[in-house]
């Protein structure tokens, strides 16, 4: 059984940082692209941030410079640090693992997601 669990959200001031965690279990961690979707009210999810095994990584234009995704496979955990945060960064976030199969599938798997508030 495949699980994201993530952690870290909360209520934080405008400039503050914090950092999220999502704990995988039940996939082999290192093979998946990890990422980090947000979604706020009345919006779509959208991409945050996302990084390979391989250390490349890629950001949404909203966020570069001031989020850094990291991950460490020998603890099946992928991180988000967020820095300088503004209330339009308020949202939902959530973990996402992904990688391609052979013949064309996908695996595509989601955490619940953390309430992320950016607010004085």
């Known amino acids: 059984q495949v699980q994201l669990v993530e952690s870290g959200g909360g209520l934080v001031q405008p400039g503050g940082s914090l950092r999220l965690s999502c704990a995988a279990s039940g996939i082999d961690f290192s093979m998946y692209v990890m990422g980090w979707y947000r979604q706020a009210p009345g919006k779509e999810r959208e991409l945050v941030a996302i990084?390979?095994?391989?250390?490349?990584?890629n950001y949404a234009d909203a966020v570069k410079g001031r989020f850094t995704i990291s991950r460490d496979n020998a603890k099946n955990t992928v991180y988000l640090q967020m820095n300088s945060l503004k209330p339009e960064d308020t949202a939902v976030y959530y973990c996402?693992?992904?990688?391609?199969?052979?013949?064309?599938?996908?695996?595509?798997?989601w955490g619940q997601g953390t309430q992320v508030t950016v607010s004085s």
């Open positions: 996402n693992a992904f990688r391609r199969a052979l013949g064309g599938g996908r695996y595509n798997y």
């Open positions: 990084g390979t095994s391989a250390n490349t990584t």
